[in-house]
């Protein structure tokens, strides 16, 4: 690829991300991103699965299946009050629709490159 067309594509991306970024999709699942990522209750489940978790590996370490059980229920009752909480589900259903609107956008952007590149190649083999 030659420079010109380097500078083409640069150019093209760039625009592309600032569409991207004005579309209401990919704004709300942002706005969704940053409010659970500040969300005191979930970073307290969070850390409170880690605990856990952590606690698990030392009690299967010193060999306290009981302990170790119980560690592991505890993670796993977190995890599911981590998943049912109503800003975690909003945002899994946030981020699944952004992914589908970028998994869209990128087999456009690949058809029309692999039809550019058959073209090119028709044009070459047409000149030959």
């Known amino acids: 690829m030659n420079l010109?067309?380097?500078?083409?594509?640069?150019?093209?991306?760039t625009h592309l991300t600032a569409l991207?970024?004005?579309?209401?999709?990919?704004?709300?699942?942002?706005?969704?991103?940053?409010?659970?990522?500040?969300?005191e209750t979930l970073k307290e489940l969070e850390e409170g699965i880690k605990t856990a978790q952590k606690e698990?590996?030392?009690?299967?370490?010193?060999?306290?299946?009981?302990?170790e059980r119980a560690a592991l229920k505890k993670?796993?009752?977190?995890?599911?009050?981590?998943?049912?909480?109503?800003?975690?589900?909003?945002y899994r259903e946030q981020l699944y629709e952004a992914n589908e609107l970028l998994q869209h956008l990128t087999n456009s952007i690949q058809k029309e490159v692999n039809a550019a590149l058959e073209a090119?190649?028709?044009t070459r083999e047409g000149e030959q």
Request: aromatic share 6%; charged share 30%.
């Open 56 to 67: 698990a590996v030392q009690f299967a370490h010193y060999d306290k299946p009981e302990a």
């Open 120 to 122: 090119d190649e028709l």
């Open 20 to 39: 991207l970024s004005e579309n209401e999709v990919i704004q709300d699942y942002q706005k969704l991103k940053k409010r659970v990522a500040e969300n």
């Open 4 to 13: 010109k067309n380097e500078a083409a594509v640069d150019a093209a991306l």
């Open 75 to 90: 993670a796993d009752q977190l995890t599911k009050e981590f998943n049912q909480h109503p800003l975690v589900i909003a």
